[in-house]
């Protein structure tokens, strides 16, 4: 069977949902496809302030309001002896709403936003794994070749397809395209817990980032139903350094936290624990003739600061308008995506060396803003997810502290030159 269409958009995460909901919107033709059955369990709760412009562009701001999902108004930081710091309150950054944001259990956020898409107009195809792109003679993709659940195959053709398909980076891994961040090469352990303890008032859905030795660090996020969110991250080495067994490192990473085991203690350890790795990569490309990547599919940055859903809803936005552009011009090649592709990298190099600051032993962000205390706005700037400006005079200043990374060179789009055969080839 094959279903012809304007845009296909490849997975139904935040990505893909909000792609689809601003083509829809327009007036394509488009189906999203779907490996997984919706509701379904993903990682990654807990939101930016920032998060609000796209959701907003894509009409979801008053079902979030409406949501029973956490209100989240704070970041706040334990450092390695158990020590609070004083909440960063958001709202004394901005004076606007989007300064309240959620905590999220994202099996509900991303139905939602699913339905959302499904609202403006996009067919949904939950169940439907894509496997391979499909080409014309010019090497241009006009498609996938797919399989549903019962593995019958099925094929789309369109003139744009958007992969959204998060860390499984369908495109990126079968062109090749997957670069390491070598400095940012983290695992992730984590389960939830039911009943732990609360910080009261505002500060209930304060996202807490607890360190521990070694660099590493623990997230804590306050979800609805009395659940908690609490995993660790560091260097694959150090957290398998004495057991491969999970849940005792998990418990034992635990134990070097004052703060995430007081917390921790009042409550029940529920469901399993999970691992993951992959950390921090970019594609070398965002996009070739009749395809463009967002989201994780594009690249993905070390979770510490929050910003991977603000980016893959900020990216599917500005995705799904560059491809709304392109169909309307009749023309799809990598060309129509180049500012796309440059506005990304903008964000996500804002962020990644922010991240980098954060790992390197001798740098604080306290002891920076003691001597740059003028800093402070364009700091808490990128961290509330304002991350598309010019950080370049904060940056100067931290270089002076730490090693500030070069930009990653990844991430334009894949131009090709025609050759006698018709058949492309790379610039
Ligand atoms: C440990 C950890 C903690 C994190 N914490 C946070 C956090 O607190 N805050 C935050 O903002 N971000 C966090 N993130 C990042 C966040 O999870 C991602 O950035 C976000 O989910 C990216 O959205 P996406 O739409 O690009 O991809 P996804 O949400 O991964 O969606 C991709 C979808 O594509 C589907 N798919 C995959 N392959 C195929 C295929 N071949 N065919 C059809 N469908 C397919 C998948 O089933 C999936 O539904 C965290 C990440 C990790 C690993």
Redesign the pocket.
Known sequence: MTRNCDALV???????SSAAAVLAANGHDVVV????EFP?Y???????PYCYFPLEKIGMIEKMKASAFVKKYSVQFVNTEGKLSVPFYFFQQMDHEASMTWQVQ?ADF?RMLLDNARERGAEVRLG????ELLRNEAGAVTGVS?ADRDGQPQEFRAKITID?????A?AVSRNGWKVRDPYLNKI?I?TYYKGAMRDPGIDEGA?TVAFVPEKGWF?Y?PLENDIVSV?V?AEKNYLYSESRDLASIFHREVGRNRWIEGHLAAGMQTGEYFV?GE?SYRSRYCAEDGLVL????FG?LD?VF???????LQS?VLAGEAADAAIRAGDVSAERFGEYGARFREGIEAMRKLVYGFYQPNFSFKDFLMEYPHMKGDLTECLIGNVFRDFDPMFQAMSKFVNIPEPVPHGAPLVRTPTLTGAGSPA
Do not use: M, Y
């Open positions: 490849i997975g139904g995460g935040p990505a893909g496809i779907e490996r997984e379904r993903h990682i990654g709760e807990s939101l930016l994202r991303d439907i794994a894509a496997r797919a959204a398909t998060g860390r499984d369908f992730a984590w996202t997230w996020i995993g991250v993951t950390f967002a989201g994780d599919a993905f979770p929050s910003s991977g859903v603000f980016l893959a599917g």
